[in-house]
């Protein structure tokens, strides 16, 4: 198995490249600067539908692509594949998941529509060049992702819960990660929560739908974004047919600086 | 005829009713700091198309709201009919102006989705606010708007130019604008282009394609903004059998405060 010692420094390209010669590793930290996405495909005959989803919940599914019918390229990378380059997919059928791989194209029909939807790792470059800490990736771990008791607005057949990402951060840069989380609504902007976890339907933090559990420090406090895995809980209460997904913290890395997202 | 003496202290809920029983008159400077929207209502076979055009142009048609097939309610205003609510629309057939109704209930397809895209009057009350002249309010006319050169992102049948609005900006403040203005990406956000019209293929701003003719000051640089107008140049372009619009500058009155779509 290949070693990654320093996949912060890995270009996109690198970086893809990897993922699509069979590399499955969680993104996080890889191709520092360059903002990563979240995946979600499904054949034309459902595209409106996500689209709209999307479209009506921009805090937790902001666009940044959308493919044609059968195409597997974006605008958001030159000359990747949405098919292999990502380092892992989840199938879902009829809102269950069928199985995860590490390689879409013999499952890709040939009219999947694929959405390409902010991802909060974009915001952490922005989190970690002010000093504040992520304890995840102190840890090692991948972020922590919850379903949370908020309906997101339906749309045509698809609705389904918001689900956020969760990072405890020091109660004194609190105020400061919602500036500059404000800042960039096209990767999720501004928490929906802060603090007690409940208010979301939240009862154990050290349990995540999504993700990996994260240590708190003494003086954290839990602070919420939505996540660009609600339309992954969609699929799972609207059942369409057929989808496919990146797996959560297996994401797409794109060729765009993580700037290009920042407002002001 | 009823006489309007303070339409800029109407609640939207006035505004709309007065509307609603036939007056057509501009909306700019209507029931001040409340945001308007422009309107593009398409048989349901053509809502992906628009959906996915708004989607890859979000500088021109930045969606704050799509309705569900056949329904004229909007969730940016309680209470309001999107057939009767505007001043003043534009009936459009195979892409040609086929006339201009006070009232479109008659003409609403039992299928039309109608969509509510972001408008420049939003960002007007921030630029008036920090004392930046807005000329075309001062001389009483609609803003000018121009198409340019600029084609935008196509999305399935629907393409187009990009069709932008000018305002003439003392030369001391076109930092001020920019700064206001990139702050709002929900309203057009940051001007696409500043001073020589002739970049974006404009040969004469006394002749403008929609809206009114607006004279420049001295020390004036004339500043272009995407314009919520493009879906009617994309219509006209892409000729779709059928479309509602909103007849430039007089547009639809929301519920919503512009202060919503300020971001930091």
Known sequence: MTTFDEPATYTPAQARAAFRTGTAHP????????????????????AYDVLLFCTRNPQACPLLDVTDPGDPA???AEGADLRTDLPRYRI????????????ATGLWRSDMVAFSIGCSFTFETALAAEGI????????????????????EPAGRLFGPLVVSMRQIPADRVADAVRITRA??????????IGDPRALGIHDLSRPDFGDPVDAEPGDVPVFWACGVTPQAALMASRP??????APGYMFITDRDDSEYRVG
């Open 133 to 152: 800490p992520l304890r995840h990736v102190d840890q090692g771990r991948n972020v922590a992702m919850y379903v949370t008791n908020r309906p997101c």
């Open 27 to 46: 993104t996080t930290g890889w191709a520092n600067g360059f903002t990563q996405t979240n995946l979600i495909a499904v054949p034309e005959d459902w």
């Open 241 to 246: 047919p057929f989808a496919i997904t990146h």
């Open 74 to 76: 974006t605008r958001l």
């Open 184 to 193: 960039m609504p096209a990767v999720h902007g501004a928490p929906v929560h």
């Open 92 to 103: 879902w059928q009829n809102g269950v998941l069928a199985g995860e791989v590490s390689d």
